[in-house]
């Protein structure tokens, strides 16, 4: 009856440092909750009886400090005033609060400290980093906190401690470093133990260099690593053991690594000359613990075949564009010298193809062998490909040779969406593969030439990513990465973190910088969590306030305007004031969830001020974005406008960017025109994005013609489309005034000559389902509401005039029907 028990929306977490974690369950079958009663162990907190439907509560009991851990169990009441047993135990454990916790020390190779020197460790391999203890009495308990900068991997005994990849995430790094906490008791064995530590520079640590491709240089800190193991015994003892001046260092195999250029290894390396490691005087009050799922290996794709180049060179296709790290495996002699060359594309000779403008060039990988069997991926970098070209292999290695290991921040998969039209379906795969290929420790624009946090898609496209995967706390971390890119007055800058400083605007525009505004609330509207906007709300004020002080009148005149759109009359002014508005009305909206009225009332007040001033500039000759733009704020509102925007898009003539897209989809959706979405997403001519599937996408380019005019293979941002995919195909959306999906709004659209749909997401309250088909004058709706919600249920006008619904369902109109939690089948006839 209760189950998915989570802890600030992760199961089991280990290390949290939330004092006050939210604590949050679903139900099964069609359970009606009326109470609730949840249990905190070992004597930590007891709720007792509570009347209430709420499936998430924030902790309330005794204090928690470091190293506290909990177990917890919930109960409900159910309509009858019946209880249910008690959950099984969810588990949640604290990490280490603050800097006097830690009595592990920073260190690294003497070779690679210099603090300051951007090109410090160039030449050098990558350092190893061991300590050494002895385990006299049996352990029950051992934690492991770790960090390490800029990319490490971690063994105890010559195991990971983890299938965590990449570690740790992007931030500020000066400000923040994540480290994270992991459960080592089965890799620890009575008598002599090693703990090990290996140190990549990663993007805090990007050295100058000649031979490879760059997207920037510059040194937040030098690679170093904390480690902090705490063991407790079978007879109650306790003991740490800690990196320090007593742990060892050496040069190791991987010879260089380069966030950017690439990763040198050499397997007949071995580590024979340990030196003392250097003790770094860091302070350890930027340490903060893992708040969000890793980086994982979430998909091995073996090579589907071997090509050839005309000039006899071996090129292996994954057959599909990722982002990651091609795997080799190969039994050769010890000393061949290999060079892998990723790429998304392959010349007309058949070789892969490199440029500034897609990948960055070049790029390569190299690897020499040891002897006999052995395996090889980098580990301290990655890549976004489709092919690997790969130098100086004998000729009689197959393709099973290589095999791409995908990456991404292992948020879990949530959505599912399929159609009668197989065009549609692959749409919605290269957009998905994008998603994937962008979603590390901050959503980047491409997993190649910049791998950067630009910020406009965050919340541009919040709901395209949400949809599809459980993003709760994956964007709360998001959120703290851009707070913490906030400058003294205010602006947030395009990227986050801001590994470097652009030249405005591509530092400065609001569609970028006001995702500060507009995550916390999307988190609240998805998920129904307010701790975001609390948190939040004063970089949010100061964000929107940093904006009226740039503005004149109520116009903001600089910005990027609408990236990439194919119609560049349309006025930076107008986008810029656009995004501005957004902000400001957002900010209305937060303040009276929070009860803070009089900002409330001046953020509406400056909502209106914007509005009036956008419709002042707003030109008698409009561009397709500025009349979307302006329809989106209700400036304009004529059926005209409508039917010239539908007409355009129905014809193949849509010219918007990326800012105007997702507002053009909102627009359309809104007014019902539907038929012409579909015309535009079943259409190939350019600009389409069936062009980019029948020229051979797999995943979303970065233009409308990406495929064939180049660029970067393996973007997002113009993904919009998925989001009408769910909300204006499946019909998956959420009834006015309802938060977290509690009350649905379940209204799917069956235009053109579309036969069915099947679409699911996840919610807070489990997973809703919508699956239609329609044909011989029938139409047949099933739909999945979860236990907790309840839904409004729109049948589409499609003229068939009867209507056989569940007796359970209330009539609310004409084809409007509301139901509870459940599986419900609508039919309607001739």
Same mark, same amino acid.
């Given at each position: 009856m209760v189950t998915n028990l989570r802890t600030c929306d992760l199961t089991d977490p280990l290390g949290i440092e939330i004092t006050r974690p939210a604590l949050s369950w679903q139900l099964t079958g069609t359970t009606t909750q009326t109470g609730y009663h949840v249990q905190v162990e070992p004597g930590l907190w007891d709720t007792g009886e509570v009347s209430g439907a709420e499936q998430r509560v924030v902790y309330g009991g005794r204090p928690l400090t470091s190293r506290t851990a909990a177990r917890w169990r919930v109960r409900i009441r159910d309509a009858n005033g019946e209880w249910s047993d008690w959950s099984p135990d969810a588990r949640f454990e604290l990490g280490l609060l603050g800097p006097d916790d830690w009595t592990a020390a920073w260190i690294t190779h003497p070779d690679w400290y210099d603090e300051g020197d951007p090109r410090v460790g160039e030449g050098r391999p990558l350092p190893l980093l061991k300590g050494e203890f002895v385990l006299a009495k049996r352990v029950t308990r051992a934690r492991l906190h770790v960090a390490g900068l800029g990319v490490y991997t971690a063994t105890v005994n010559g195991a990971p401690v983890t299938d965590a990849v990449l570690e740790p995430p992007y931030t500020d790094f000066t400000s923040r470093v994540v480290y994270a906490t992991h459960d080592v008791t089965e890799l620890l064995r009575e008598g002599r133990n090693t703990l090990g530590v290996e140190l990549g520079p990663g993007i805090a640590h990007v050295f100058p260099h000649q031979d490879r491709y760059m997207k920037f240089f510059g040194s937040k800190v030098a690679p170093r690593a904390i480690a902090q193991l705490e063991l407790g015994y079978a007879d109650g003892s306790f003991s740490r053991f800690v990196t320090g001046a007593d742990w060892r260092a050496a040069d190791g195999p991987?010879?260089?690594?380069?966030?950017?250029?690439? $990763?040198?290894?050499?397997?007949?390396?071995?580590?024979?000359?340990?030196?003392?490691?250097?003790?770094?005087?860091?302070?350890?009050?930027? %340490?903060?613990?893992?708040?969000?799922? #890793?980086?994982?290996?979430?998909?091995?794709?073996?090579?589907? !075949?071997?090509?050839?180049?005309? *000039?006899?060179?071996?090129?292996?296709?994954?057959?599909?564009?990722?982002?990651?790290?091609?795997?080799?495996?190969?039994?050769? #002699?010890?000393?061949?010298? %290999?060079?892998?060359?990723?790429?998304?594309?392959?010349?007309?000779?058949?070789?892969?193809?490199?440029?500034?403008?897609?990948?960055?060039?070049?790029?390569?990988?190299?690897?020499?062998?040891?002897?006999?069997?052995?395996?090889?991926?980098?580990?301290?970098?990655?890549? @976004?490909?489709?092919?690997?070209?790969?130098?100086?292999?004998?000729?009689?290695?197959?393709?099973? =040779?290589?095999?791409?290991?995908?990456?991404?921040?292992?948020?879990? #998969?949530?959505?599912?969406?399929?159609?009668?039209?197989?065009?549609?379906?692959?749409?919605?795969?290269?957009?998905?593969?994008?998603?994937?290929?962008?979603?590390?420790?901050?959503?980047?624009?491409?997993?190649?030439?910049?791998?950067?946090?630009?910020?406009?898609?965050?919340?541009?496209?919040?709901?395209?990513?949400?949809?599809?995967?459980?993003?709760?706390?994956?964007?709360?971390?998001?959120?703290?990465?851009?707070?913490?890119?906030?400058?003294?007055?205010?602006?947030?800058?395009? &990227?986050?973190?801001e590994f470097l400083v652009f030249d405005p605007p591509f530092r400065d525009d609001p569609n970028w910088g006001g995702a500060i505004v507009r995550i916390p609330w999307q988190l609240y509207r998805w998920y129904g969590d307010a701790s975001a906007m609390e948190t939040h709300h004063?970089?949010?004020?100061?964000?929107?306030?940093?904006?009226?002080?740039?503005?004149?009148?109520?116009?903001?005149?600089? @910005?990027?305007?609408?990236? &990439?759109?194919?119609?560049? +009359?349309?006025?930076?002014?107008?986008? +810029?004031?656009?995004?501005?508005?957004?902000?400001?009305?957002?900010?209305?909206?937060?303040?009276?969830?929070?009860?803070?009225?009089?900002? !409330?009332?001046?953020?509406?007040?400056?909502?209106?001020? &914007?509005?009036?001033?956008?419709?002042?500039?707003?030109?008698?000759?409009?561009?397709?974005?500025?009349?979307?733009?302006?329809?989106?704020?209700?400036?304009?509102?004529?059926?005209?406008?409508?039917?010239?925007?539908?007409?355009?898009?129905?014809?193949?003539? &849509?010219?918007?960017?990326?800012?105007?897209?997702?507002?053009?989809?909102?627009?359309?959706?809104? !007014?019902?025109?539907?038929?012409?979405?579909?015309?535009?997403?079943?259409?190939?001519?350019?600009?389409?994005?069936?062009?980019?599937?029948?020229?051979?996408?797999?995943?979303?380019?970065?233009?409308?013609? @990406?495929?064939?005019?180049?660029?970067?293979?393996?973007?997002?941002?113009?993904?919009?489309?998925?989001?009408?995919?769910?909300?204006?195909?499946?019909?998956?959306?959420? !009834?006015?005034?309802?938060?977290?999906?509690?009350?649905?709004?379940?209204?799917? =659209?069956?235009?053109? *000559?579309? $036969?069915?749909?099947?679409?699911?997401?996840?919610?807070?309250?489990?997973?809703?389902?919508?699956?239609?088909?329609?044909?011989?004058?029938?139409?047949?709706?099933?739909?999945?509401?979860?236990?907790g919600s309840s839904a409004e249920v729109r049948l589409p006008d499609l003229g068939l005039a009867r209507h056989a619904v569940p007796e359970e369902a209330v009539r609310l109109g004409e084809r409007a029907y509301e139901v509870q939690a459940g599986r419900w089948s609508f039919r309607a006839s001739r």
């Open positions: 991987t010879v260089r690594s380069h966030w950017y250029g690439g $990763e040198d290894h050499d397997a007949r390396r071995t580590a024979i000359e340990w030196r003392p490691v250097t003790v770094i005087p860091a302070a350890k009050d930027v %340490l903060r613990s893992r708040a969000c799922p #890793p980086i994982r290996v979430t998909e091995r794709l073996p090579a589907t !075949a071997k090509l050839v180049a005309t *000039d006899g060179t071996p090129v292996f296709d994954v057959g599909t564009v990722v982002a990651g790290w091609a795997e080799l495996s190969l039994d050769l #002699p010890a000393g061949r010298y %290999l060079r892998l060359v990723p790429g998304d594309q392959l010349d007309a000779y058949g070789r892969v193809v490199q440029s500034k403008p897609t990948t960055g060039a070049p790029i390569f990988n190299t690897y020499v062998t040891k002897d006999g069997p052995q395996t090889w991926h980098p580990r301290f970098r990655y890549d @976004g490909f489709r092919y690997v070209e790969v130098q100086g292999l004998p000729e009689q290695v197959g393709e099973e =040779a290589v095999t791409a290991l995908v990456l991404r921040a292992d948020n879990t #998969p949530t959505g599912a969406f399929e159609t009668s039209d197989p065009l549609v379906n692959d749409v919605h795969k290269i957009i998905d593969r994008a998603v994937r290929g962008n979603m590390y420790s901050v959503l980047t624009d491409c997993p190649h030439r910049e791998k950067l946090g630009w910020l406009e898609q965050t919340h541009l496209l919040f709901d395209v990513v949400a949809y599809n995967y459980d993003v709760a706390a994956y964007y709360r971390e998001l959120l703290v990465t851009i707070a913490e890119a906030q400058t003294g007055d205010g602006l947030v800058p395009d &990227i986050a973190p004063d970089a949010m004020r100061r964000y929107v306030d940093y904006l009226t002080g740039k503005a004149e009148d109520g116009i903001l005149d600089y @910005g990027l305007g609408d990236w &990439i759109g194919l119609d560049t +009359s349309t006025p930076v002014p107008l986008v +810029s004031t656009w995004g501005y508005w957004r902000a400001a009305r957002t900010m209305a909206r937060v303040a009276g969830v929070l009860g803070r009225d009089d900002d !409330a009332k001046r953020y509406r007040a400056l909502t209106d001020q &914007i509005t009036a001033a956008f419709a002042g500039i707003l030109p008698a000759s409009r561009s397709q974005a500025s009349e979307i733009l302006a329809l989106d704020m209700g400036v304009i509102t004529d059926e005209l406008a409508l039917d010239r925007i539908a007409g355009a898009v129905a014809g193949g003539g &849509i010219t918007v960017g990326e800012i105007a897209l997702p507002a053009l989809f909102r627009v359309l959706g809104r !007014a019902g025109r539907h038929d012409a979405l579909w015309e535009f997403a079943t259409s190939t001519s350019h600009p389409s994005y069936g062009y980019q599937v029948r020229h051979g996408a797999t995943a979303l380019t970065e233009a409308w013609d @990406g495929p064939t005019r180049g660029l970067s293979q393996n973007h997002y941002m113009l993904g919009a489309i998925d989001a009408w995919f769910y909300r204006g195909l499946g019909g998956i959306g959420q !009834a006015p005034g309802s938060n977290g999906f509690r009350r649905l709004l379940i209204e799917p =659209a069956a235009p053109g *000559d579309l $036969e069915s749909v099947r679409a699911s997401t996840g919610t807070p309250y489990g997973q809703v389902s919508v699956s239609w088909t329609r044909g011989d004058g029938e139409f047949a709706l099933e739909v999945a509401v979860p236990p």
